[in-house]
């Protein structure tokens, strides 16, 4: 017993060691975690880091040589500092500069020496400064001081060349230039009153210094003109720079108008062009064609020097006169068009049916007689076959079979692809295997190789399509249809394969939506088998219980539906778009159909100045004026009462819509010319709008006049064309809206809208005077 108490309070001992064991193991498992550190764990899960970092650096100073206490610290300090400037970039690129500032200043206090700091806090000064220089700007730019506001963005952007603000302001201050620009070009000279000269074998200076004297335009002359030169003209109620036009290009002159008020003539030479003509250069981004090709259109049609092209970026450049330039400019418009392309919907159908049938007595065909020995196992013998009788003879006979099969098999196999190409480019269409074909060759020293070479097995369908302006389609096809039908082995060993095919090449001309379907291609195969009983198998009808008929059948056809979708096709043009007047082969600029030059759209909007043509008419060469012109009429209000033969336009826009919403703009008029039509150049800058729907506004419905109106949108550019044209009916004046069109604002921000390229269709050759609208702004709310 004290032996069984002293065994029981050993184990019990040991037991206790082990359980203190166990604690203490944990303990130091717990004690791992220094408290300081567990202290800054729980500060940072708070959110106060820089708390956290102060009591890791005080736990350092009282155990310096702790390395865990260290290795956190560093690495807090690490990720907190990372974490603080990257929340500061995204501050400062939002504007929130304040804010980043602050946060910074933070950083800086963990760690004053940091360079990411420093550069980020300069970072921050800078955009202040060229943020307060964006202001002075906009200012400047709120004042019509362009030039001014240009050279402040100019110098700022030096500092930043990627600042977006001021980038951004740059471009707008480019584009107002611009504005500014085109209304001073298209105003031409300042006198627009009608004249009326009479002038028989005068001198050239002389006719000049009557139409000076009377209109107030300064010429020069270049020294080459001939001091000798006569004119005989006889003009009534025209325009001066339509008199002057006739009188230079009648007199292999030209002109050049330096400012509203100053004309340079001079002789109509190449030198003299050279000498005098404005360049200007232009790049053009293709976005259809190419501009190979398109280089080539412009030196056969206008026979521009040689332009840049860069094939990298499919990029044009032109270096040529304003007029040259502008024509280029429709011409590219014409030739740079978005490339047809169809979606071809296409099913083939392979349908196979087999019909077996089997019926009939199958009898033995033969009878088999032998000889048996007469002892078991023992041969015959030429005595024995003296005895030979019945019971010496065996019989083998086959087996009768009575045949009642019958087989039908149908299947169909489908394909159903759908193919989308381009005009005059080929698709394929392959739905199969590639079958392997092994080549061997044998070489002089008894090499062996073998090559392998893959055949397309399937259905096979090429296709090229070519789209037509009509909204047809002509596709040239052609299919095949293939499958293995049995594999031979050569001499060699070698395998080769018997490939049955079926082929079908044909061209269609289909409208758009229109189906086709080709069938036909039929591959029928019949056989047919009997065995009978000689004699008994012939007899009419009691034959077939003494034979067996097989009659095998197989049917495939081959089914192809074919379906042309025009997914976008070439845009149907009217002549005004498509039929320009380009001058003489000498003098090559824009005219108005029939040669005539084309008149200016924009008239002379300064106080105390007549741009009407009908208005005032100066006096001739004697003096005095003539009788059948108007007398000078006052300009009148065009709210009240507009002057005769003008158009003054203006935009009616929400001041407030959103990305994605849509919103109508409209065209406003107030007319006392015979109008017929206008086309103009939106623009708003690229991918900034997306057209929905134009129409015509209620200037034209009000008295029920029938409309073509067009449009089409340079994705480029941004710039939306609008034409508007009346085929019929009576020549309208009066007051309401030309056009209206629906759009969707695709970019938050301002949104500036101006159409510095507008031109009004009047009834005759008396074209109206055009107030053009000034441009609108919008706030696009995200």
Not at 392 to 407: C, F, I, P
Request: hydrophobic share 40%.
């Amino acid at each position: 017993m004290h032996a069984v108490a002293q065994a029981r309070s050993g184990a019990s001992g040991r037991a206790v060691v082990l359980c203190l064991l166990a604690m203490a193991l944990i303990l130091a498992m717990v004690g791992c975690a220094h408290p300081v550190q567990m202290e800054a764990e729980r500060l940072q899960a708070a959110g106060r880091s820089e708390e956290a970092l102060i009591a890791l650096e005080q736990g350092l100073r009282r155990e310096p040589e702790n390395a865990q206490l260290r290795s956190h610290y560093l690495r807090l300090r690490t990720d907190t500092l990372n974490s603080w400037l990257s929340e500061a970039l995204r501050l400062r690129v939002q504007g929130q500069l304040d804010e980043a500032q602050r946060l910074l200043d933070r950083a800086l206090a963990v760690e004053p020496s940091s360079g990411r700091v420093a550069e980020q806090l300069l970072a921050v000064r800078n955009e202040r400064r060229l943020r307060a220089v964006q202001g002075d700007a906009e200012a400047l730019l709120a004042r019509s001081q362009t030039a001014a506001a240009l050279s402040t963005v100019e110098e700022a952007l030096k500092t930043n060349p990627r600042h977006d603000g001021l980038l951004a302001l740059r471009r707008q201050i480019l584009m107002a230039q611009r504005d500014v620009q085109l209304k001073a070009a298209q105003l031409g000279l300042a006198e627009q009153r009608p004249v009326s000269l009479d002038f028989r074998d005068a001198g050239l200076r002389q006719v000049l210094d009557v139409v000076s004297r009377y209109s107030g335009l300064n010429f020069v002359l270049d020294k080459d003109i001939r001091s000798d030169l006569r004119v005989t003209v006889y003009l009534k109620n025209v325009r001066v720079e339509d008199a002057l036009d006739l009188l230079v290009s009648t007199h292999q002159l030209a002109r050049k108008v330096l400012d509203e008020r100053t004309v340079l003539i001079y002789p109509n030479t190449p030198e003299k062009q050279h000498e005098y003509q404005e360049q200007v250069i232009r790049v053009y981004y293709l976005a259809n064609a190419e501009a190979k090709g398109a280089a080539a259109f412009l030196k056969s049609m206008l026979k521009v020097k040689d332009p840049f092209v860069d094939d990298r970026s499919n990029m044009l450049s032109l270096r040529e006169s304003p007029e040259t330039m502008a024509l280029a400019e429709r011409l590219i418009g014409l030739y740079d068009t978005q490339e047809p392309e169809v979606l071809l919907e296409l099913e083939v159908l392979e349908v196979r049916s087999s019909r077996l049938t089997e019926l009939g007595l199958k009898l033995p065909t033969s009878v088999g007689l032998t000889l048996l020995p007469a002892g078991s196992g023992a041969s015959l013998t030429l005595d024995q076959l003296r005895d030979v009788g019945s019971n010496r003879v065996g019989v083998s006979l086959g087996g009768a079979t009575l045949n009642l099969r019958r087989e039908v098999n149908d299947s169909q196999v489908l394909a159903n692809p759908r193919v989308r190409a381009k005009n005059r480019e080929k698709a394929k269409v392959l739905i199969g295997d590639k079958v392997p074909i092994v080549t061997t060759t044998t070489g002089q020293l008894g090499f062996v190789g073998d090559s392998v070479s893959y055949i397309d097995v399937g259905l096979k369908l090429d296709l090229e399509p070519t789209i037509y302006a009509n909204d047809e389609v002509m596709i040239r096809l052609a299919l095949e249809v293939s499958s293995l039908a049995s594999q031979l082995k050569t001499a060699s060993g070698t395998t080769a394969y018997q490939i049955s095919t079926r082929n079908a090449s044909t061209a269609l001309r289909l409208k758009d939506g229109e189906t086709q379907l080709l069938a036909g291609l039929l591959s029928k195969e019949e056989r047919s088998s009997g065995t009978r009983f000689p004699g008994l198998g012939d007899i009419p009808l009691l034959g077939r219980l003494f034979g067996s008929q097989l009659d095998d059948g197989s049917r495939t056809e081959l089914v192809l539906s074919i379906t042309p979708r025009i997914v976008r096709n070439l845009r149907q043009m009217d002549p005004s778009e498509t039929e320009l007047w380009v001058g003489t082969e000498a003098y090559t600029r824009l005219r108005q159909v029939g040669g005539r030059v084309a008149p200016e759209s924009v008239p002379d909007p300064r106080p105390g100045k007549t741009a009407s043509a009908a208005g005032a008419a100066m006096q001739t060469a004697s003096g005095a004026p003539p009788a059948d012109l108007p007398a000078q009429g006052p300009t009148g209000s065009a709210a009240d009462e507009l002057p005769p033969n003008q158009v003054s336009l203006r935009w009616q826009a929400p001041e407030q819509v959103r990305v994605g919403q849509p919103f109508n703009l409209v065209l406003m008029g107030e007319v006392s010319a015979a109008l017929k039509g206008l086309n103009f150049g939106l623009i708003s800058g690229p991918g900034r709008l997306r057209l929905m729907q134009p129409k015509a506004g209620g200037f034209w419905q009000a008295q029920g006049a029938p409309v073509n109106i067009s449009s089409a949108v340079d994705e480029r550019s941004g710039q939306i064309d609008i034409g508007l044209l009346r085929s019929e009916g009576k020549l309208m004046t009066g007051r309401g809206g030309l056009v209206e069109l629906t759009l969707v604002a695709t970019k938050a921000g301002r949104l500036d809208l101006s159409a510095p390229r507008l031109n009004v269709i009047g009834a005759d050759t008396n074209q109206p005077t055009v107030l053009p609208p000034e441009p609108v702004a919008i706030e696009v709310l995200p």
